[in-house]
């Protein structure tokens, strides 16, 4: 099983789902994965890379160093000349499971 199906496959394990087959479906189709009845209000697609940006990576340091308890730690991209509303929120999947639940939480 190559790499990137390996992840979706994982991923899609921890939200209780199914990783969707490429077969069949056209590029932003259907998302990468179907997952389990707690989850389907998400819509996820997996990038499963070599390398994660180091500035990303210390972004999530800076925000778990800065959390006090209660609060989530996440890190908020924006394009320059882009509107607030279509920044990407990022948070660690084990955060996710530590507030939204499911199969592997905390």
């Known amino acids: 099983m190559t790499r990137w199906k390996a992840a979706e496959t994982a991923i899609a394990k921890r ?4 990783r969707v087959p490429i077969s069949g479906r056209a590029r ?3 998302p990468d994965i179907e997952p389990g009845v707690e989850f389907e209000w998400l ?3 997996v990038k499963n ?3 994660v940006p180091l500035w ?3 972004g999530m340091k800076q925000a778990h160093a800065a959390a ?3 609060q989530l730690p996440v890190v908020i991209l ?3 000349g882009t509107r607030y509303s279509d920044s990407i ?4 999947m084990s955060d996710f499971e530590l507030w939204f639940g499911g199969p592997h939480a905390l």
């Open 89 to 92: 929120l990022c948070l660690s």
């Open 28 to 30: 932003g189709d259907v």
């Open 43 to 45: 819509s996820v697609e």
């Open 68 to 70: 006090k308890e209660g």
């Open 49 to 51: 890379r070599e390398a």
């Open 15 to 18: 939200l209780g789902g199914k």
């Open 56 to 58: 990303l990576l210390d």
């Open 78 to 80: 924006h394009k320059v």
